[in-house]
Structures are given as C-alpha cells and as structure tokens.
C-alpha cells in the first residue's frame, strides 16, 4: 500500500482521522469500521463518535467543533446521509478547510471549482483515480456524467475537468434524448440514484463506465448500472465493490495531505 510506504518513510508520525456517525445503521457502522481498518492498515489512527438517530443539530456541531481545535485531530469525516432532522449543508461546513478530507464543505467545493483543490471530494477524487488505474486518459477522453448530486456528480465533472478532460457534459438524468449524449462518451459516470437506470443502448461500444450510483434496496445495495451493459462495455467499475474501496483510499490519502498541512514548521 503506497500510503503505508510514505507514512512509514516519514518514521510513523501519529496521523488521525476522525469519523461521526449518526444513528444505529448497520451498513453506515459496516462503512464507518471499513475505513478504521483501511486507517490502521496504512499506520494511521482514528476516533469514532457515534450519537443517537435523534441527536441534534448543536450536539453534532459542538462535537465537530471540539475536533476543529484538537491539533491531534488531521481528519474529519462525517457519514452520510444524515437523518433528516439535520441540515447536513451546516455541519459539513463547520468542518475547518483543512481538516474536511471528505471536500465537500462550501470552501472545498469552491477551491475546486477554482481550479485549486486542497481536498478533492473523496468518491470523485476516488473515481479519477480508478481511471487512471485503468490506464484511461481522460485528457483525451470524452466524458460524461450524468446525475444532479452537487456532491457526486458536480463534483466528478469539476475534477475531469481540473484534470484536463478532453470535453466533460454533465447532464441531468431525466433530460429528453438522453442516450443520445451518452451513447458519444468514452468514459461515462453514473451517479443518478436510480437501480438499473442505464441500460446497455445508452452506452457507446468500448466505453468505460462508472457505477457511482448507491442505492439501499430490500436487496441490499445496488448500483445504477444494468446487468446488460456488460456486454457493451470495455470495462466497468462495478457497485457495489469499486468505488467504496477507492472513496476510502482517496480519503486517507487526503488525510495524509492534511497531516503535512497542519503539522508545524520545522
């Protein structure tokens, strides 16, 4: 693991994320452990605060507030979603800049839109970095994603285009014609919230395609992907399985940049 390799480099400094979980989901624990474990793997450490699926607004803040000023704390990250009852806009922005590892508070989104991420967004910076593994060059690539989540889709459309995506469409779900903007991209991300929304005819032969759509179902998790595009595909980054690991890889990674941040000049 390249992450591990450079913390160890740097003597095992003490590197911590913390994460907040509201509420007693079984799959949102299940995601919260996945990353402690990643942590530990790579010789990070980690906090955990867990609340009650009714803790208030002010209950959550003041315990971001409390990591905000403990200089032990490099990382925070909030799981979402959080139940309704809370503006999940206000707590993700009381997250300091350069504590946010996830990047989605407004300074975050902002620095990206400029041009200048500190923090990518992890599941955008996690989807960009799969292609790369891939060996796809967006440079040259026509891109296309399609969903409305200024947190998935807006973002992963900022980030092609930070990284000098050839031509990068960001494009609603239920807009007419749709498969007819699909179908010209070479590299397609899908974030729409829809189980099985893209089928097969609305992908270009050869195309990459990203599932980054997350879906709870009586089933269990799904994607936005039909079974069916397999078959048209050059390859696909299923959901479940590729994007989670990827989101959790870019936040540690992000974690480690905020460490080099914030640690004092010597």
């Not at 796809?136 to 994603?145: L, Q």
Request: proline share 6%; with cysteine; aromatic share 4%.
């Amino acid at each position: 693991m390249r992450l591990r390799l450079q913390i160890a480099a740097a003597g095992d400094p003490r590197v911590c994320i913390a994460t907040i979980l509201v509420g007693d989901d079984a799959r949102d624990l299940a995601n919260a452990l996945r990353k402690h474990r990643k942590a530990e793997e790579a010789g990070m450490h980690y906090v955990h605060h867990q609340f009650p699926a009714d803790a208030g607004q002010q209950e959550i803040e003041a315990s971001i507030d409390d990591l905000a000023r403990d200089s032990r704390i490099h990382g925070i990250f909030v799981q979402l979603p959080l139940p309704s009852h809370l503006n999940a806009r206000a707590i993700l922005d009381r997250i300091p800049f350069e504590k946010d590892v996830d990047g989605l508070s407004r300074c975050s989104l902002g620095a990206l839109v400029q041009g200048h991420p500190v923090h990518a967004p992890a599941t955008p910076g996690g989807i960009l970095g799969l292609l790369a593994f891939d060996g796809v060059d967006v440079t040259a690539s026509r891109a296309v994603v399609v969903g409305r989540s200024v947190e998935i889709a807006r973002a992963t459309a900022l980030l092609l285009l930070e990284r000098k995506a050839g031509c990068v469409t960001l494009v609603d779900p239920d807009m007419g014609a749709l498969l007819d903007v699909t179908r010209e991209a070479d590299v397609l991300v899908v974030c729409a919230e829809r189980p099985g929304f893209v089928t097969a005819p609305f992908v270009k032969p050869g195309a990459t395609v990203v599932d980054a759509g997350y879906n709870r179902t009586p089933f269990g998790i799904v994607g936005d992907l039909d079974p069916g595009v397999e078959a048209v595909a050059r390859a696909i980054v299923a959901m479940p399985g590729g994007i989670g690991p990827a989101t959790i890889a870019n936040l540690l990674q992000n974690t480690w940049t905020a460490y080099n941040r914030l640690r004092p000049a010597t």
